[in-house]
């Protein structure tokens, strides 16, 4: 049974720094993608990063150049390293995998961003 965990979400002022982990237990097959989306109140989830397990990266336009996405295989984790951030980036970030066909989400982190 595959978990995600997610922490580091939190209150910050705007142009503050948070950090998000991702902790993935389970059996999991080594080539996967990680990666962390979020839904803000009265919207769809969007995508904000992914990474593959070879370390390709892909942004939405939104947080490119202040979202840096990264990831320990070894310890089957994901980061999200948020700076510069904006009330339009309040959210709940929930981190994902994708093996093949399947699909797992975390419970979610709630970030705040106060202006």
């Known amino acids: 049974q595959v978990q995600l965990v997610e922490s580091g979400g939190g209150l910050v002022q705007a142009g503050g720094s948070l950090r998000l982990s991702c902790a993935a237990s389970?059996?999991?097959?080594?080539?996967?993608?990680m990666g962390w989306y979020r839904q803000a109140p009265g919207k769809q989830r969007e995508l904000v990063a992914v990474?593959?397990?070879?370390?390709?990266?892909n942004y939405a336009n939104s947080v490119k150049g202040r979202f840096t996405i990264s990831r320990d295989s070894d310890k089957k984790t994901v980061y999200l390293q948020m700076n510069s951030l904006k009330s339009e980036d309040t959210a709940v970030y929930y981190c994902n995998l994708m093996v093949v066909t399947m699909n797992y989400w975390g419970k979610g982190t709630v970030v705040t961003v106060s202006s």
């Open positions: 990474i593959t397990s070879d370390g390709s990266t």
């Open positions: 389970g059996s999991i097959f080594r080539h996967n993608v």
